[in-house]
């Protein structure tokens, strides 16, 4: 595994000063479910609860990931990852909308400046957002199904590292 797992842990002492405590982990991941490795993360943080004065306010499990051989290996020309579609989804449960960010879209999603809910692969990836079928069902942060667009529209965000390009006036 080259980029290895990590068992993080959010440690605040009694002055108010936060540390995390970082642990890599190695495992099977043919073997092992996420229930196991949550179990696994909170014994760990039973012994770190034990062996400090600090609480444990939280902390995550990340798991990095290796790219799909399947996918692009190389980006393709177009537009750049600060040109935005924002895609608002929402539900039912409450008026919150659930922000879903697609950089560098493809030029075909978009007609006569308006985002083409219709294009092919745009629609495609709105229902599988929007789909129940799978393994994973798509929340809101405080998860509740997504049950539809709300709506769609272009911006451009700033990204760090990006210089700033000046205009002059002629």
Known sequence: MADPTIFSYSLLDNIGLVADVP????YDGSTETVDALIG??????G???AA????????AITIPLERDASWKSTPAAGNKNNEVIILDFGNAANS??????LPGYLEAMITSGHVNLAQTQLAALIAGI????GTADYQSRDLQQLTALVKAFLTTR???HQTLKSTTRP
Not at 23 to 26: E, F, G, K, Q, S
Not at 52 to 59: A, H, L, R, Y
């Open 52 to 59: 400090t004065t600090s609480k444990i306010q939280g902390g």
């Open 130 to 133: 929007l789909s129940t079928a």
């Open 158 to 160: 700033r990204r760090s």
């Open 96 to 101: 919150y909308l659930t922000e879903v960010p």
């Open 23 to 26: 642990l890599y982990v190695a």
């Open 47 to 49: 012994l770190l609860n």
């Open 40 to 45: 696994t993360w909170l014994a760990m943080g």
